[in-house]
């Protein structure tokens, strides 16, 4: 009569031990080794890169840099969000995420589309408190190689609080289409 609750206490037990093994991240060999009918990561080699603008037209203005990616390879799925970074003549400045944005995955089929924005505050042309802009790299989610370049022809950005940090914010991808 005994074993009975410790038999299916140690079974609970090792049913949690089990789970806590595994914290839902993917890591590089994952996605590496994903399988292609359920949807591995994304490749920038496979899709086609377009973008579209509302420059800001002048300093302190907010602009919006939309990049649409379409998939002309198999099925895939982008987990998180592109890593983006304004180049400039004196080095590079990561662009970090929307403040409060949720990374969604979502799975490109084949034509499919998708889009993020880089949103921008333009700066004073030739001020110690902007950016001079002249690339735009961006890999994507679990990529560690194969960045994109865009070349960046809409001003300088501003910098936060004057400091080195870009006045600039990535979103998420976003669903294009049906």
């Known amino acids: 009569m005994r074993t009975l609750p410790l038999t299916l206490a140690a079974a609970l037990a090792a049913s949690l031990l089990l789970t806590a093994c595994d914290d839902g991240k993917t890591g590089a060999d994952d996605a590496k080794n994903a399988d292609p009918a359920n949807g591995s990561a994304c490749a920038i080699g496979d899709l086609g890169v377009e973008v579209g603008a509302g420059a800001a037209p002048a300093a302190g203005d907010t602009g919006n ?12 799925t982008l987990k998180g969000f592109p890593a983006v970074d304004l180049v400039a003549d004196g080095g590079t400045t990561s662009v970090s995420p929307e403040q409060g944005a949720q ?7 084949k034509g499919g589309t998708t889009s993020f924005t880089i949103t921008y505050v333009r700066g004073e042309a030739g001020s110690a408190q902007s950016l001079p802009v002249r ?8 990529a560690t190689a194969d960045a994109h370049e865009l070349t960046w022809s809409y001003g300088e950005v501003a910098r936060k609080d004057g400091g080195g940090a870009a006045e600039a914010t990535v979103s998420g991808f976003e669903s294009s289409g049906d």
């Open 65 to 76: 840099v939309t990049v649409t990616l379409t998939n002309n390879g198999a099925q895939c």
């Open 135 to 142: 690339k735009v790299s961006f890999t994507l989610p679990g």
């Open 103 to 109: 990374a969604q995955p979502l799975t490109l089929v």
